[in-house]
């Protein structure tokens, strides 16, 4: 068979959240108190797409195996 669609998918929304993630850690807390109610919204969502990704990288390697 062919590439598993969930293999580029996985990796796209790990990377893309890695990077949501670092810029919600270094970004300055002031620019959340002012606009998201002191939320860090993008650290929240960032982890949560990272999970999402691996959550794909995990299914796309088991279906491999079998």
């Known amino acids: 068979m062919g590439l598993d669609i969930r ?8 990377v893309m959240g890695a ?12 620019i959340y108190k002012a606009h998201s109610l002191g939320i860090n919204i993008n ?5 949560v797409t990272v999970g ?7 299914l ?3 279906a491999r195996r079998a």
């Open 7 to 14: 293999v580029p998918i996985g990796l796209m929304f790990t």
């Open 19 to 30: 990077i949501l993630t670092v810029f919600g850690l270094v970004s300055k807390p002031e």
């Open 43 to 47: 650290l929240i969502w960032g982890l």
């Open 52 to 58: 999402f990704g691996v959550i794909m990288l995990i």
């Open 60 to 62: 796309a390697f088991r």
